[in-house]
Nanobody
Framework: QVHLVESGGGLVQPGGSLRLSCVGSGMIFRFYFMAWYRQAPGKQRELVARIDSSGNKNYEDSVKARFTISRNNAENTVFLQMNSLKPEDTAVYYC???????????WGQGTQVTVSS
């Protein structure tokens, strides 16, 4: 059974950085499409960044040039490096996995990121 565990969230001041990690188990990680989503209070969950099994990456416009998604298949881990954080980045960040063309989505439990002075 696929299991995703996020870590690395916390409280940071505006302009600061955080690195989120998501470790996958119960899966052949290198074949999976991985992504980070976030959900702020009162808002819908939104895609932040994604990376496919070939390493191709895409970003939501508001995080381009500030966030970097990467993966280490040997460690079954996907990362989200977040720089120049803004208060509007405050949200619960979720790790997501999918093995195309399956319609089954896998989610982590989420990690809170709070950007505040």
């Amino acid at each position: 059974q696929v299991h995703l565990v996020e870590s690395g969230g916390g409280l940071v001041q505006p302009g600061g950085s955080l690195r989120l990690s998501c470790v996958g188990s119960g899966m052949i990680f290198r074949f999976y499409f991985m992504a980070w989503y976030r959900q702020a209070p009162g808002k819908q969950r939104e895609l932040v960044a994604r990376i496919d099994s070939s390493g191709n990456k895409n970003y939501e416009d508001s995080v381009k040039a500030r966030f970097t998604i990467s993966r280490n298949n040997a460690e079954n881990t996907v990362f989200l490096q977040m720089n120049s954080l803004k208060p509007e980045d405050t949200a619960v960040y979720y790790c997501y996995a999918n093995f195309p063309p399956s319609l089954t989505d896998y989610w982590g439990q989420g990690t809170q990121v709070t950007v505040s002075s």
